[in-house]
């Protein structure tokens, strides 16, 4: 049976023709942002400390899950943000997968003006010392294994030290709104 191009794995001398697509004009960011919208994603809150041991929060969509062994995760943050010396090699932060009913934490953390400040309640100290937000569905307790860059992003990739998650539903981002995923 032939693997085929897709299961080719980057084997040297491959015989994978390359693509010459057209360039689109209509392909600006606001259009892409559309498209994106149309693929509903988790809504996850990181924490870390700065050097000084304050916290910082910020809400992210783009989670990901990138591999089981060994176990890793993957997020990204602007290539500008004033946040991104944080997240250096060895550096621990948490990951708290938000449940249904936290949409104010997500909005919270999302304001650039907000999140940084605290919000009474949500934030709570794990065991391990990292903050979590509390009552979120799931807790990835990670370090910073890297970062690459990614466009006008940069991908931080985690290695996942320990992983706890609560029965409940999830909070989601779709179309440029938060909804619920209610479990069947």
Do not use: K
């Not at 990181?46 to 929060?57: H, N």
């Not at 999830?170 to 179309?175: C, E, I």
Request: hydrophobic fraction near 45%; proline fraction near 8%.
């Amino acid at each position: 049976m032939d693997a085929g191009p897709a299961l080719d794995h980057g084997r040297a001398g491959a015989d994978v023709p390359a693509l010459d697509l057209p360039g689109d004009a209509t392909l600006t960011a606001a259009a892409l942002r559309h498209a994106f919208g149309q693929y509903p994603t988790g809504v996850a809150v990181v924490t870390t400390r700065a050097e000084d041991g304050a916290l910082r929060a910020m809400t992210i969509n783009s989670f990901a899950s990138l591999s089981l062994d060994p176990p890793l995760i993957m997020w990204s943050l602007c290539a500008h943000s004033l946040d991104l010396p944080l997240y250096r090699p060895g550096q621990p932060f948490g990951i708290s997968i938000l449940a249904a009913g936290q949409t104010a934490i997500a909005r919270h953390f999302a304001d650039g003006r907000l999140r940084h400040t605290p919000l009474p309640d949500a934030i709570t100290p794990h065991a391990s010392g990292i903050a979590v937000v509390r009552d979120a569905v799931g807790h990835l307790l990670c370090t910073v294994e890297r970062t690459l860059p990614g466009g006008d992003h940069m991908m931080i990739l985690g290695r996942v030290a320990r992983v706890e998650t609560a029965p409940g539903d999830t909070l989601a981002f779709h179309r440029g709104r938060y909804a619920h995923l209610r479990t069947p």
